[in-house]
Structure formats: C-alpha cells, structure tokens
C-alpha cells in the first residue's frame, strides 16, 4: 500500500464521456494491496470497461465476499453501491439485492477461496439461477489474505512459495460454470488488459448469469517457478481461442474483417459481441464442444482464455419467477399491501 | 526506438524542466526543497554557486525558467488557470529569510595564482566573471565608469522593484573576494589596456546606447523629450527626482515598463504608455504590464508616433497614426494606416524607450577584435572567446540587451575560457557538468522528499499599499512571500529532478505503475518508430518537445515507454513496484565552474 493518496490531477488530454466524466472519476480509493498484485490490474480493467461503456457509477452494485480479491471494490467506482459480505456468502447478498432491485447493475467480486472453497455452495446456486450480473473470481491459486495457503483452484502438482507440492485435485471454475448454466462465460489475465477490458464489458452489456475467471498472480504468495498461477507461467501457457471487441449500439459497426473468421452475437440490450477467432473449430454456442475443447487444453497443460461461452437469449432469475418489473423501493403502499380482497383472492386461488 | 541513454546528462536534465531553461542551470527543485525544509542559508548557496545575485534575481529575474516548468502543464485542465511555480519570487524567499550564509560562503585561496585579468564594466557579467576566477586564484580588476557597481542592475532598474541594500549585499560577497573594482574609471582604449600586465580581458560593457526617435518636433522640444534608459538612471543616481504632471511613454519593452512606473512616482498623474504593435506583442513580460495597468497607467496600442507638438520648444503633445495588421500576398505581417484621424495625446514631458544597442568606440579597430555588420562582436558562441585570443565578451556586449540571468550565464562560460587559457588549455575543449543520480528510498513507501502532490494554486505575491508605494520611489511594491504562502508555494514545486529511473531486466510487466500512474505516463507496448508509438500511448502524446523514455525489450518483446511530459514525480509507480525496477532517483546536476578540477576534463 502507498501512504500517500492517488494525485487528483489527471493527463490533461483524459477525455470524458456522456455523464461528464473521465477515466479517473471511476476510481475509488488508493489500494492497500500488496505492490503488484494481479487483482489492482483487474481494478483497473474494471474501471476502463465501466467508463467506456459509461455506465452511471451510482447504478452501479459491487458485492464481494472476503480475501484479498473481496477488498478490491473499495478501490474502483467510489460512488458505486458497495456490500463487502462474508466469506463465501456474496452470492446470496448480490441474489437478494438484486431481486429487490433489478435496476442495479451488480457486480460480484470474489476469489478463488471465496468461491471455490467457503463458497463453492453458493456459487453454483447464484450461476444456477441465472441471476442478471457480472461475476469475477480473481483467480490466484491461494489464499492470498491469509498468507497464501493453497485454494482449491491450484493445480495439482503446482509447488507452494516453499516448495511443498499440492496433491489435491483443481476445480476449474470455468467448466463448473458452463456446467452450472452461466450464460456468459470467459476467462482472462490480469497481466493482458487489452484482452480482459472487453471481456468484462461483453459480461455487463449481457443479461443473466454471466461470469469471468480471472487469473491474477498473488505477487507475495503464488509468483514463484513451480506455482501454475505466476506471471510467467500464465503468459508462457495462455492459449486465447478468439479476440473479443464489444460494440455498443452507439459504436459504428465497420466490416474489416474475412468472412468467416468473425462471429457476431448480438446480446439483449443491443450490445454486438464481435469475436475474432483465434482457434477456428471454437464454437462459443456449443456448451457440450466447449467442455470437451477445455477438458482437452487443461490435459494438455493449457490456460484457454476469451469467451467460452454465450447464450443471448436465455431468461434470467426475474424472467423465471415472473416478479415484478419495478424495485421493490419504488413502489407505492397500494401495490405492497394491495389490501384484504387482494390476499384474499390469492390465497383462494392456492387452496 | 533505440532505448534511452540515461548516463548522458543531457536526458534527466531536459526533465528538470525549469533548471534546463534557466541560462545558469540552476537547480531549482533542490533550493526549492531546501526552502520548504526551512534550510534557507542552503537554499541560498545554491543559488549563490549558480546565478550570483538570488537577492537581486528573485525580485528581477526574466524567469525563462516559469514558462518551462511542468506544473503549468499538469495543470492544464485541471485547474482554471494553469500556472508555473513562482520559481523567482521563491528564490526571494532564500534571500530575504537566510539567517547565516556567510558560514557557507568559500572563500578565495590565500595566495593569488599569479595571473591577472582585466573586466570592462562592474555588471552581472563582469562579476559572475570575477567571483568565479577569484574563487580559484586569479587576480581580478573591475573598471566601471560609474560611480557605484552592478551596471544596469543599479543604473536602471528602479528601486521601488529593487532595494539598494539588496545590490550592495549581494556585491559586497563579491568584493569580499578580493576582487578589486575601480569604480568612475572609464575605459578609453582598449589596447592601452591590453598593453598592460593582464593575461586577459573580459568586455562586460554592456549596451549603453538608448536608441532615439527623429520625427517632426524632436530637435525643437529636445528639452522635455527623454531617452529612456539615461533618464533613468539619472533617477537611480539622484540627479533627476521629478516628472511633470503628464508623461507619454513610447516603446513597449521593459525599459518602457520601468520609464512610466517611475514617472508616477515623481509626480507623473497622467502617464501613458503608447506602443506601435499590439499589446500582446509587447517586448515586456505579461507579469510587467499588469504591474504597469495596475498602477493606473494605460497601454495604448497600433499607434505610431508622427510629431511632437509644441509651442516654441515647450511640448504640448504627440501625435500618432493609427495603424492595424495586414497580412500582405506573402503572409507577412505589416502594420498599415487606417482611414482615422491622427491622434493627439497633450503631455508635458516624453521618455523614449525604443530599444538598446551596443557601442564599442573605445576598441581600436586594429587591437584583433574584430566586429560584424550588426555591431557586435565576432565571437565563438560557447567561448565568449573574439577573434583576439585574450579578449572574452559576455552579457548585454556579446549578442546584444538580454538579462541579467544571461549575463550571469555567459560570466561561467568566460571564466572557464578564460582559466582554461591562463593553464595552457584548449578553450574549446569545455568541462563537462557533475552529475549525480541517487536512489531517494527510505523505506518501502517512504522517500527522503515529500511525494504527497499539493493541489493548491500559484500564491500571488503581497505588495504593499498603492497608495504609499506610489509617494516614494524607494518603496518597494512587491512585499515577497510570508512564512505560510512560501511554504504553499514551495510544496507546488513537483521535484522533477527527483527521476524516475526503469530497470528493464527486473520488470515483470504486471501493469502496477501503469495502473497507478495518475497522469497516464506510461505505457508497455510493441516498439515502433516515434511518431506511431506516440500516437498509441495510454494518453496520446502531443508534446513532441517532451522526450519518451524508452526501455530495452522486456520478456514479452514489448518495450516501456514513459512520456515525461506531464510526469509527477510522485514515486507511486516505484511505490507500486513490487520488484524495485521503478526508483526514484534524484539528479543533481551543476554546471562546470572554472576551476582546476575541470581544467582538462572534456
Ligand atoms: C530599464 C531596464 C530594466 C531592466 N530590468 C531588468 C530586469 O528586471 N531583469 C533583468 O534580468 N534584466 C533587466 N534589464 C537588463 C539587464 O539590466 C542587463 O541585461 C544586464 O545588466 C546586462 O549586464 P552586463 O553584465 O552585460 O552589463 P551592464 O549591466 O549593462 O553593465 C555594464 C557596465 O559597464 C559600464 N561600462 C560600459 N562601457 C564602459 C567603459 N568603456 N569603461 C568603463 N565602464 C564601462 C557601464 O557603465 C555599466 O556599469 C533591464 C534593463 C533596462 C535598461
Ligand atoms: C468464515 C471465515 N473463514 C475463514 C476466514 C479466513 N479467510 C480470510 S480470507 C480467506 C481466503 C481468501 O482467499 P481468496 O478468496 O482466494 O482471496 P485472495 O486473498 O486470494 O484474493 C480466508 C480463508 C474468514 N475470514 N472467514
Ligand atoms: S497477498 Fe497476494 S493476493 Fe493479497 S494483496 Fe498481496 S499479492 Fe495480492
Ligand atoms: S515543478 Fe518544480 S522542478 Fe518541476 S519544473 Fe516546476 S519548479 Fe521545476
Ligand atoms: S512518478 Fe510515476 S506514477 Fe507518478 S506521475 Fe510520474 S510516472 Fe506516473
Ligand atoms: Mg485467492
């Protein structure tokens, strides 16, 4: 952590967007992480995707459980909502709130031990309800708050800071999620913004369950020879299958590309996912090709990154229970207690 | 692009944007610090070593350096009105609060080296000459025809901008040097002078002659009708302490600006300034003409002086063509008579402030100097050296009126001549400056400077009340800076020669600076040339006279680039750092002196 605050003086030639605002005004506060950690870089990309998708930062939610990664909200859109919960528990915080409001934008924030571990539980429930958000696990192999244990997601084989070799089988989130019924689901690396910025946009601008697995290197605990979650490591084993641009409805749709070698999905808000394919037999509709491509890479020592998989058309959690269109917070005394003929009525129809 | 130098002294210079411009290359930022630590006798000496006068310079000086500096940059955009460190009246600062500078004053060898040197003219050129060789030995001898020495910094700046005491001070550690001055001996020939025992000569004349104006009227009303610059320093020598009731100033430099700031304050009620250009092309600094409109003196512009009106010999007025610009078919630039009627401006008395030039009829034009067509002296640009291998110019005689920092400037420069002549050395060969480059880390997040960014705005200058500071000429305006807005002020300076220094191989590009970095310094990306790499920077980079610092090819092949230009020097990507490849670094660089450790450095 820095003693000092981040200068409020910013490059004179920062454009601002619709609101008004610039790059810096979806900051939050200077981070108390360790210098170099992967999960000030996801801030980072977080807070390039929000302004350049200019979202309002006060619609904005950021929920997170405990670890390192669950710090990080403070750090990124201070005029956002924010819910720092407990460990494992941000699912259903962020499932509540969003079915009390559906107007929010929510963002889950969470690590590997916070989801994989404590949390794997409501993990897979969150996901398999296809409640509307971004989820990002800043994936680093350990706990990195309490000094670097080694979380569920570290690969077999992969060597702690002090050479002792992890036994126990990984959980690849990312399969677990398409698995689960994530309709957005990807994965990036901190250390590759130009690549993670979109992804995490193409996650926002979708509606349902969409998630992100992140691997960002623990710098103190898990950047060593041996650990399968450093800088090194991941840049010598990242096999990205396509290249993501997002196309907001505002954007100008230019064709530049050979057909054939681009796909477009278009989401639910307008929003046109245009991916360049990188890997020609990748099929991000295809969850059952998906799983086998992923399985196959992991044997085969790879980190497969980019969007793995996307289904536009999907309900979500609201669609599903058929709840009410409005937040709860904007409706008036008539429509919460409708009256005694209205209970009435309902509690016949249920006899 | 090829990866930067940084062991040439020339890269890290060029960032210390405001020591760059400075003619002395004084280290700003280091007094600047050593004044907000309350150290003001060290903040003076270093100031002293560089540019001689602080005392007379922090209430003077031209300060090509404010324009430089960074913080009018950084806050462009930021702030309203973007502004530099007010770098000058902080050396002010130094000047006025030093408690004990004598203790850290050197002094001269106890016995000469045995070689003599002669100086024309006791100004800032002549005694930066003199203070520097008789630091090392030489025997130094003065000749000024005026009765007291500095040249114009006493004859012509008005004392209202610059108290007597602060010259004689600032004089006096000179003279404490051992360096004689023989004031009211002018120099009628040269080769008289150089007939005698001197191993050289340094010409720091000055440029005496005020330039006149020959219109209609001048020879008839001669009696009312002044040249600037003599009547000035008639006022500064006491022979003149009166003005009539209505002055027109003519000329727009700042002579002009002096002329008509002085004139109301011996008894000018009605004083005009009238300019043939146009107010924004005034030679006078920005700074010179709100002094000047504040005092209640307006600034006529596009009006060219015709006729001087009198009755008899006695001036009524002036009239003036009124002009404006016109672009001609090759686009340049004249001023043409307009359709109006000619203007009358009624006044009582004229000061003339057109323009210096340089007069050397006391050199025999057989002595070796030779001149060119222009006047001046021909003369080895970084030497000072003329075509007489002894005789050396410098200040105001050498290119023509400049400043007193300039003048100061070209003084280091003779000396070194002038002792590398006197020890049998190539004069061209020139010393290069001590470089120092030092790590600046305490402690994981902390820095032996304050790295915190001060958000306050450039602190106005607290000048005394009009009313009494226009009664008595001997007043000086400017208050200076108190305890707190020195202190404001001194926290605006953003250290920039406290570098930031990369060390590529310890890099492991995990983006920690460029995320930090609040001003979108820097950047890793493909390397490529110049102009393409400027344009895919974070912040897209427009200031091409800003260097890119660019890194060797880190492991992913890309490279680092750093744009310099709006750098804060706030330490947070060495902070970020999780390796160490990013430190802070300060570069303490002093210019060569004369002097024996240099005499055959390159
Ligand atoms: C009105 C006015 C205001 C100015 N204000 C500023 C200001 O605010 N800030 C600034 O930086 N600069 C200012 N300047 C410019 C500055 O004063 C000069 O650039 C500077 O003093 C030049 O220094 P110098 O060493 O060349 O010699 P000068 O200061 O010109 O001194 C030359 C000396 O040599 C003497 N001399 C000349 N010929 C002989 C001879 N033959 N024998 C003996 N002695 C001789 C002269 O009498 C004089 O004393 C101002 C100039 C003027 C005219
Ligand atoms: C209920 C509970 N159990 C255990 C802990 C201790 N604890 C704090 S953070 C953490 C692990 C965090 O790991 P991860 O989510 O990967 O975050 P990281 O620090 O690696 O980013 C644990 C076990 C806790 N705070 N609460
Ligand atoms: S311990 Fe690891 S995860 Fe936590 S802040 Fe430090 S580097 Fe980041
Ligand atoms: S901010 Fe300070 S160091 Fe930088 S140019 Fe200005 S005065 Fe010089
Ligand atoms: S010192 Fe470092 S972090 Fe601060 S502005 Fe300069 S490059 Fe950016
Ligand atoms: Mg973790």
Redesign the pocket.
């Known amino acids: 952590m820095t003693f000092i605050a981040k200068p409020k003086l910013r490059h004179p030639e920062l454009q601002r967007n619709k609101h008004g605002f610039t790059r810096r005004d979806y900051e939050g506060a200077v981070s108390t992480l360790c210098a170099g950690c992967g999960h000030d870089s996801i801030s980072a990309a977080i807070i390039q995707a929000c302004y350049e998708l200019e979202l309002p930062p006060h619609r904005v939610a950021k929920l997170s459980g405990i670890g390192c990664s669950s710090k990080t909200p403070t750090y990124f859109l201070g005029n956002a909502h924010g819910f720092n919960s407990v460990h494992g528990r941000m699912p259903s915080v962020l499932t509540g709130a969003n079915l009390a409001n559906r107007d929010l934008i929510y963002l889950g924030v969470s690590g590997d031990g916070d989801s994989a571990s404590i949390g794997l539980g409501q993990f897979a429930h969150i996901l398999r309800r296809g409640v509307n958000m971004v989820y990002i696990v800043e994936n680093n192999g350990v706990y990195g708050l309490t000094k670097g244990q080694f979380s569920a997601t570290a690969d077999r084989g992969s060597k702690s800071k002090r050479g002792v070799e992890n036994h126990s089988a990984s959980i690849d989130l990312v399969m677990l999620a398409i698995e689960l019924g994530a309709t957005y689901v990807a994965r990036g690396f901190s250390g590759d913004k130009s690549q993670l910025v979109p992804l995490i946009k193409g996650a926002i601008s979708h509606r349902g369950a969409a998630f992100i697995d992140c691997i960002s290197p623990c710098i103190a605990f898990n950047n060593h020879s041996g650990s399968t979650k450093g800088f090194d490591y991941v840049r010598e084993h990242n096999e990205a299958v396509n290249f993501l641009d997002v196309m907001t409805p505002r954007d100008e749709i230019t064709a530049d590309y050979a057909p054939g070698s681009v796909q477009e999905i278009k989401q639910h808000d307008g929003t046109v996912l245009r991916l360049r394919k990188i890997s020609e037999d990748y099929d991000v509709h295809d969850r059952v090709a998906a799983m086998h491509y992923l399985q196959k890479s992991k044997a085969a020592g790879d980190i497969v990154t980019g969007v793995l998989h996307v289904d536009p058309e999907s309900p979500d959690l609201h669609d599903t229970l058929g709840t009410v269109s409005a937040p709860l917070n904007s409706l008036g005394k008539k429509e919460l207690c409708p009256g005694k003929s209205a209970i009435d009525k309902f509690n016949a129809a249920r006899r | 692009m090829k990866p930067t130098d940084i062991a040439s002294p020339d890269y890290f210079h060029k960032v210390v944007d405001c020591q760059w411009a400075c003619p002395a290359h004084t280290p700003v930022p280091e007094y600047i610090r050593l004044i907000a630590a309350g150290k003001f006798d060290e903040a003076y000496s270093i100031n002293w070593v560089s540019n001689v006068f602080p005392g007379v310079?922090g209430?003077?000086?031209?300060r090509p350096c404010e324009p430089a500096c960074r913080r009018g940059r950084v806050e462009e955009k930021n702030a309203e009105k973007p502004e530099p460190v007010a770098i000058c009246r902080l050396k002010r600062v130094a000047a006025d609060n030093k408690t004990n500078f004598e203790r850290l004053l050197p002094s001269a060898p106890e016995k000469t080296n045995g070689k003599k040197i002669a100086c024309?003219?006791?100004?800032?050129?002549?005694?930066?000459v003199a203070r520097d060789l008789s630091l090392i030995g030489y025997e130094v001898v003065i000749?000024?025809?005026?009765k007291k020495?500095?040249?114009?910094?006493?004859?012509?700046?008005?004392r209202f901008?610059?108290p007597e005491s602060v010259i004689d001070e600032e004089v006096g550690y000179i003279e404490g040097l051992g360096v004689e001055i023989k004031n009211g001996?002018?120099?009628?020939s040269l080769q008289a002078l150089l007939e005698q025992d001197f191993d050289a000569v340094f010409v720091?004349?000055?440029?005496?002659r005020?330039r006149d104006i020959q219109i209609e009227g001048r020879a008839e009303a001669a009696k009312h009708i002044h040249i600037?610059?003599d009547w000035?320093s008639s006022v500064s020598f006491g022979h003149v302490s009166k003005i009539s009731k209505r002055v027109v100033v003519l000329g727009g430099g700042?002579?002009a600006?002096?002329?008509c700031r002085t004139a109301r304050r011996l008894g000018g009620k009605e004083v005009t300034v009238v300019v043939r250009s146009g107010f924004d092309e005034m030679k006078a600094s920005p700074w010179?003409k709100e002094d000047a409109i504040h005092e209640g003196i307006p600034i006529l512009n596009y009006r060219v002086p015709k006729r001087f009106l009198h009755d008899k010999g006695k001036l009524k007025g002036v009239e003036f063509e009124i002009v404006e610009v016109r672009y001609d078919e090759k686009g340049k630039r004249r001023l043409v008579p307009t359709e109006d009627a000619p203007e009358v401006i009624p006044c009582d008395e004229v000061l003339v402030?057109i323009g210096?030039e340089n007069a050397?009829p006391?050199i025999e034009s057989d002595c070796g100097v030779k001149f060119l067509d222009s006047g001046l002296p021909k003369l080895n640009p970084t030497t000072f050296q003329s075509t007489n291998k002894k005789v050396f110019f410098?200040?105001?005689?050498?290119f023509g009126?400049?400043?007193?920092?300039?003048?100061v400037a070209?003084?280091h420069e003779a000396a070194i001549s002038i002792d590398r002549l006197c020890s049998g050395d190539s004069v061209s060969d020139r010393p290069s400056p001590d470089v120092n480059l030092i790590s600046q880390k305490m402690g994981i997040h902390e820095w032996t400077y304050d790295n915190d960014i001060s958000n306050d705005l450039r602190n106005k200058v607290p000048l005394v009340d009009q009313k009494i500071a226009l009664k008595d000429i001997k007043v000086e305006v400017e208050v200076g800076f108190d305890f707190k807005l020195a202190m404001s002020e001194a926290q605006r300076c953003l250290n920039c020669d406290v570098q930031t220094v990369f060390t590529a191989p310890l890099c492991i590009e995990c983006d920690a600076c460029t995320d930090i970095c609040p001003m979108d310094c820097i950047t890793f990306t493909e390397n490529g040339p110049e102009k393409a790499v400027r344009e895919r920077l974070t912040a897209k980079s427009t200031n091409t006279t800003q260097d890119l610092y660019v890194s060797s090819a880190l492991k992913t092949g890309r490279v680092m680039f750093k744009d310099e230009d709006v750098c804060l020097h706030c330490g947070l990507c060495a902070e970020r750092c999780p390796t160490g490849a990013w430190d802070m670094r300060k570069f303490y660089l002093q210019t060569a002196k004369a002097g024996a450790a240099c005499q055959n450095a390159k």
């Open positions: 310079l209430r003077t000086c031209d024309i003219g006791a100004g800032p050129s002549s005694l930066t000749f000024d025809q005026d020495s500095a040249g114009m910094i006493r004859s012509q700046i008005p901008r610059l001996v002018r120099i009628d720091g004349a000055g440029a005496p005020g600037g610059i000035l700042n002579t600006m002096d002329c010179e402030a210096q050397f006391w410098g200040g105001d005689a050498a009126p400049k400043n007193i920092i300039w003048a070209h003084g």
